[in-house]
């Protein structure tokens, strides 16, 4: 067990505000500890994360009391009974305080220790005592976060309280860029998910879909992700395609043109009309899509056919089997029907996908990510012709912004943030404000389509918070 300090001062790693937030939440609730990725990420001196997880050794209910004596407004969740939520109007991360009591196993009392042996992964498993330590590390996880390892806390038993930490010993390996040991990467690539709820699945998935990916080892350890017991239980629809030629290649199979298209899907503009997020989903349902009719095929070797039907409905039991939500079925579903597509269309098909909210620049990304990875020959012909699509795509996303921006004024649809969004993060019920809200950033990504991104238009929305004297 390793209690001392790794460095002096955590607490300097922290912006001022949170500081003296902590100092405050300290002196009504304390002690308290931080716990979790604001351990971690002040040891990496990296800013915190949007929620900032502490322990208290008082009563929920006890915290709530004092709290509101304090001037706070602290909210309880009725899916996790044991967190009171904190909401922050300040521009800066966090955005939420969650507020929680020790987890122990019923032969146990109460501690930071006990609470820790709860936790995923050693680098997880820490605590902070505010506001001079010292750092609480039972499972050397400071040790495991300098050498960029990625261990369970209690081996199987981990796995075995919570199933889903499986996958998210995936997810920290790629977002950590570290080294996951052997033996626990075994364990998690055989667990199996079937009683956990699909929507933190899919939380899990969508984080591990929105990293870059982009050096050997993690695509390496993505592929093997996909490739375990863990990863064909998900996704057993992707597992068929190993199974299935690709009509461009009879020497590869179309799971292969799949993993392919995903990895090469690697950075997307912010200000781009669908994510590298959504972009990858859409790849993983092409291929999907593949396997739906048997009489008909989506794949030839000069490109995409249409099926609508059989491949709509098999993307949609797949987003739907996942719970997405429907706007994001909408866009993503809307981009896979449009795929039968004019390589160098006008302005006018341009016009009309836009009229018909396709996403246009994630359309052509995509259609040309496919294509791309259909090729197979290397020659100096070939690689001619490759940099010569790239140029005609980049041509071509430059015109689907230029027409977008010039006809269109964009609604509260088109905003990078949902109105249940807006909600969650006002935490006010529903009202005439939210429409003159959402007006408000509609005015703003009119004047600045850039500034459609869900971090922005998330500052803005904290900005009108700290204007309101009724919230």
Known sequence: MNNGNMIPSLNNSLPPFLQTLLD????????????????????????????????????????????????????????????????????????????????????????????????????????????????????????????????LVNGATTLIDDPLRALRFFRFSLQLSSDPESVDLARSSETLLNNVMPDRIRVELDRIFSFPLRTEPT???????????????????????????????????VWQRTIQTIL???????????????????????GISSTCSETEQLFSSDGLKSSQEESSFCCKQIL???????????????????????????????????????????????????NQAGLTDQ?????????????????????????RRSKFRPRANDLAISGGDILNLVRKPPGPWLGKLQHQLVDCINDDPSLNRPEILNKKILEWILTQDSL
Not at 223 to 248: C, F, H, Q, W
Not at 265 to 280: A, F, H, K
């Open 24 to 151: 405050d939440l300290h002196h009504l609730i304390g002690p308290i500890y931080l716990v979790g990725g604001a351990v971690r990420n002040g040891l990496q001196g990296k800013p915190p994360t949007n929620d900032l997880n502490i322990l208290v050794a008082r009563s929920l209910a006890e915290c709530r009391k004092m709290l509101n004596e304090g001037g706070y407004s602290p909210g309880m969740a009725s899916s996790r009974h044991n967190v009171l939520f904190l909401p922050l109007k300040g521009c800066e991360r966090p955005k939420t305080v969650e507020i929680s009591t020790f987890r122990h196993r019923p032969s146990q009392s109460p501690s930071v220790e006990e609470d820790l042996l709860q936790r995923d992964i050693t680098v997880n498993a820490m605590a902070y005592l505010w506001p001079n330590g010292p750092v609480i590390d039972p499972f050397n996880g400071q040790e495991d976060l300098t050498n960029r390892k990625t261990r």
């Open 219 to 253: 695509q390496k350890l993505f592929i093997y992700l996909l490739n375990s017991t863990l990863g064909k239980n998900l996704l057993p629809e992707l597992a068929l395609l190993k199974s299935v030629r690709d009509k461009s290649n009879p020497q590869r199979t």
């Open 264 to 286: 090469s899907l690697s950075t997307i503009p912010p200000d781009e009309d669908l994510s590298l997020l959504e972009l990858r989903w859409s790849a993983l349902l092409i």
């Open 320 to 370: 739907e089997k996942f719970c997405f939500s429907k706007r994001r079925q909408r866009r993503i579903i809307n981009l896979l029907q449009h795929l039968n597509l004019d390589s160098d269309p006008s302005d006018r098909v341009l016009k009309r996908l836009l009229n018909d909210s396709v996403p246009l620049e994630g359309l052509y990304r995509i259609h040309h990510a496919w």
């Open 379 to 403: 020659s100096p012909n070939s690689l001619e012709r490759r940099r010569q699509e790239e140029q005609t795509l980049q041509l071509i996303l430059d015109r689907c912004r230029g027409i």
